[in-house]
Nanobody, 126 residues
Framework: QVQLVESGGGLVQAGGSLRLSCAAS?????VGWFRQAPGKEREFVAAISPAGGTTYYADSVKGRFTISRDNAKNTVFLQMNSLQPGDTAVYYC??????????????????????WGQGTQVTVST
């Protein structure tokens, strides 16, 4: 059983930046970030392979967000730049017990992840 704790959320003005962290209680394999805005379904944001060599991004965040990991600290980061009001949501990290070159469709599917954090709120004001 892996526990995930997100941190780093907050209130920021449009154009600003935030860095989210996802701290795991143990080693993790693939890790993804998802977000859920009020009244909307949880959607994929970014994911990273176990060794960090492969990353995936939703089109809406590509070029603005960067996912990375520090396996020595069991932590995954999401650097978010050029934030927009449309990025406002609760951000969740999730960990899967699988690995391999499974492709974007697999990494972006929330049903493939086994463990979830409680989420951290990100609010972007105009």
């Amino acid at each position: 059983q892996v526990q995930l704790v997100e941190s780093g959320g907050g209130l920021v003005q449009a154009g600003g930046s935030l860095r989210l962290s996802c701290a795991a209680s143990g080693r993790t394999s693939a890790v993804g970030w998802f977000r859920q805005a009020p009244g909307k379904e949880r959607e994929f944001v970014a994911a990273i392979s176990p060794a960090g060599g492969t990353t995936y991004y939703a089109d809406s965040v590509k070029g603005r967000f960067t996912i990375s990991r520090d396996n020595a600290k069991n932590t995954v980061f999401l650097q978010m730049n050029s934030l927009q009001p449309g990025d406002t949501a609760v951000y969740y990290c999730a960990a899967g017990t699988w690995s391999g070159a499974l492709g974007y469709g697999w990494y972006a599917s929330r049903t493939k992840y086994d463990y979830w954090g409680q989420g951290t709120q990100v609010t972007v004001s105009t």
